[in-house]
């Protein structure tokens, strides 16, 4: 079966960080592609930030320079740092696996007070 599962969601406030993380299990890791996405009250979900198999990243234009995505093939582990986060940033967000077939985890709240 299956899993992606989310931590490291919560509340903070505007300027603040949070580290995301997200355990997979029942595929072969490192032969993913991960990513990171989110999805704001009334929007469309949208990609964060991407790291592939070989470690490539590649990042949304408002998060460029506050957010690191990385990943541990060990731990079967992909991460989401995030630093100086705005109300802008407040979302569910979602960790994404693709390969032949596109996974996804049931997602993380992140909230961000002004």
């Known amino acids: 079966q299956v899993q992606f599962v989310e931590s490291g969601g919560g509340l903070v406030h505007d300027g603040g960080s949070l580290r995301l993380s997200c355990v997979a299990s029942g595929i072969i890791f490192d032969q993913y592609n991960m990513g990171w996405f989110r999805q704001a009250p009334g929007k469309q979900r949208e990609l964060v930030a991407s790291?592939?198999?070989?470690?490539?990243?590649d990042y949304a234009e408002p998060v460029k320079g506050r957010f690191t995505i990385s990943r541990d093939n060990a731990k079967r582990t992909v991460y989401l740092q995030m630093t100086n986060l705005t109300p802008q940033d407040t979302a569910i967000h979602y960790c994404?696996?693709?390969?032949?077939?596109?996974?996804w985890g049931q997602g993380t709240q992140v909230t961000v007070s002004s």
């Open positions: 790291i592939t198999r070989t470690g490539t990243t």
């Open positions: 994404s696996g693709r390969s032949a077939t596109h996974y």
